[in-house]
Nanobody
Framework: QVHLVESGGGLVQAGGSVQLSCAAS??????MGWFRQAAGKEREFVAAISRSDGNTLYTDSVKGRFTISRDNAKNTVYLQMNSLKPEDTAVYYCALSLLGTSYSSWNYAYWGQGTQVTVSS
């Protein structure tokens, strides 16, 4: 069984930075991803990182602003978010994929409870 817990969300001004963390327990040696869901919208892919070779994926809207990383010794995945925009406001979820890095939420078997990030203009 896998248990994922996100932290680090909050209120930040546009142009600011926030780092999200996702602490994993259980079977954690798998690819990890971050998704987000804004109010009234569908959940969307943000970023993903492979288990060990550092391969990463990003959605176009966050490229150059967000960085996903992981510390396998700590079983933790991070999402560093810089140059935040009001449109980045959402609940951010981390997820674990048993099938490698993927843009599709269908490939992620385990999910955290989410953490709110609100970017004020």
């Amino acid at each position: 069984q896998v248990h994922l817990v996100e932290s680090g969300g909050g209120l930040v001004q546009a142009g600011g930075s926030v780092q999200l963390s996702c602490a994993a327990s259980g079977r954690t040696s798998y690819a990890m991803g971050w998704f987000r869901q804004a109010a009234g919208k569908e959940r969307e892919f943000v970023a993903a990182i492979s288990r060990s070779d550092g391969n990463t994926l990003y959605t176009d809207s966050v490229k150059g602003r967000f960085t996903i990383s992981r510390d396998n010794a700590k079983n933790t995945v991070y999402l560093q978010m810089n140059s935040l925009k009001p449109e980045d406001t959402a609940v951010y979820y981390c997820a674990l994929s048993l099938l490698g890095t993927s843009y599709s939420s269908w490939n992620y078997a385990y999910w955290g409870q989410g953490t709110q990030v609100t970017v004020s203009s």
